[in-house]
C-alpha cells in the first residue's frame, strides 16, 4: 500500500512530466520519418491525456486516504500552448 507521502511525490512527478513532455515528444516526433507530421498534435495530445488520467486516478486516491473529496484542478491551456506554438 502506498503512504500519503509516496503518492504526493508520483503526483508531483507527474506534475513535472506533464509540463516538459509536450514540447519534447513533439520535437521528438518531428524527427520521425514514420509519423505522419500532420498527426503529431493528435499523438501528443493522447499522450498527455494519459498522463493527465493517471494524475487525476493518483490524486483521488491520496484525497481518499485524507478524507476529502479531491476536486479536479484544470488549467485551461491549449495544446498549441502546451507544445509551444504560435497561433497567427
Do not use: F, W
Not at 515528444?25 to 505522419?36: C, V
Not at 481518499?64 to 507544445?83: C, F, M, Y
Amino acid at each position: 500500500m502506498n503512504s500519503q507521502l509516496d503518492l504526493q511525490k508520483r503526483v508531483q512527478v507527474l506534475d513535472e512530466i506533464i509540463e516538459s513532455r509536450a514540447t519534447e515528444r513533439s520535437a521528438e516526433l518531428k524527427k520521425d520519418p514514420r509519423i505522419d507530421q500532420e498527426r503529431i498534435v493528435d499523438v501528443v495530445r493522447l499522450e498527455l491525456a494519459e498522463l493527465r488520467a493517471e494524475r487525476e486516478i493518483l490524486l483521488n486516491e491520496l484525497s481518499a486516504r485524507r478524507g476529502v473529496q479531491h476536486e479536479p484542478k484544470e488549467k485551461h491551456v491549449s495544446l498549441e500552448q502546451e507544445l509551444g506554438l504560435e497561433i497567427s
